[in-house]
């Protein structure tokens, strides 16, 4: 019995019957099987809202050179990840911390605290790519439904079964996504997550002309920048932790999708 079954059953031991009838779907790029107990149109009603209280919460850069150059390396994964629904945008916010997101429906958000550490559009291509990989394979999606998983009753199954962002969804979600008043509580990606949003955002870079070695010393760096901070490594790290295994495994997946992806860019 594959994974998503299994959740379906406990689904099913819960009484929530309805649900498992399409609870079960498979990433876009990997086809990794998923439980999802909402659907993809309600997660991007809720990311569109989410953006626009991000926006009132946070600064924008005043540094047109480095938003600008945002929204280039943005824009060119953007075509590369070939979702034309999506109502892309990519916002520098001027806050001096390692943080960087994609919120379901395509509104990007790095942070200069990120920006600063990348020293190459290869490196922030990886960043980039890595994060809209998690919002293409409906990551969050993923983690609101263990979340509702995790609440038995009509609450939970009023939530899956709505198609409007009602205050309860909207909990749910900023609860997935670390945002809101509830800062500190993020759901951590799941390893798996974390491996696919590697994969496919190494591919999403490639695709965009941007050598995907990037991913390698991004993320050879972040495990400096980690080590250097302790154990209390801060924000888009402790959801996001760096590990001699993960720069392995992008190394290991690096040649195959270089060879199969990676056009290099006229300019950049
Ligand atoms: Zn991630």
Not at 181 to 199: C, I, K, M, Y
């Amino acid at each position: 019995m594959n994974r998503c079954l299994k959740r379906v059953g406990l689904l099913l031991g819960l009484g929530l019957l309805v649900l498992a009838l399409w609870a079960c779907a498979r990433a876009a790029y990997t086809g990794r099987s998923q439980l999802l107990l909402i659907s993809e149109g309600q997660e991007t009603a809720l990311g569109l809202q989410a953006a626009q209280d991000v926006l009132k919460k946070e600064r924008e850069s005043r540094d047109e050179m480095q938003a600008e150059r945002v929204k280039r390396v943005g824009r060119r994964i953007a075509q590369a990840a070939n979702r034309p629904d999506y109502k892309w945008e990519f916002h520098l916010i001027d806050k001096d911390v390692v943080n960087a997101f994609c919120l379901p429906g395509g509104k990007v958000f790095v942070y200069t605290g990120i920006l600063s550490l990348t020293t190459s559009n290869d490196e922030l291509a990886a960043v980039m790519g890595h994060e809209i990989a998690h919002a293409l394979e409906r990551h969050g999606g993923e983690r609101m439904s263990m979340a509702l998983m995790a609440q038995v009753g009509g609450q939970a199954a009023s939530i899956a079964l709505g198609s409007t962002v009602s205050p309860a969804a909207s909990q749910v979600f900023n609860q997935a996504y670390g945002l809101g008043s509830q800062v500190g509580v993020l759901l951590p990606h799941s390893r798996a997550q974390e491996s696919e949003a590697d994969e496919v955002g190494m591919i999403l870079a490639a695709k965009a002309g941007y050598e995907p070695a990037g991913a390698l010393t991004l993320w050879q760096k972040m495990d400096s920048y980690q080590k250097s901070k302790g154990q209390n490594a801060p924000g888009w790290l402790s959801t996001h932790p760096s590990s001699a295994q993960r720069v392995a495994d992008i190394q290991a997946k690096m040649g195959a999708i270089r060879a199969k992806y990676f056009q290099p860019a006229s300019l950049y």
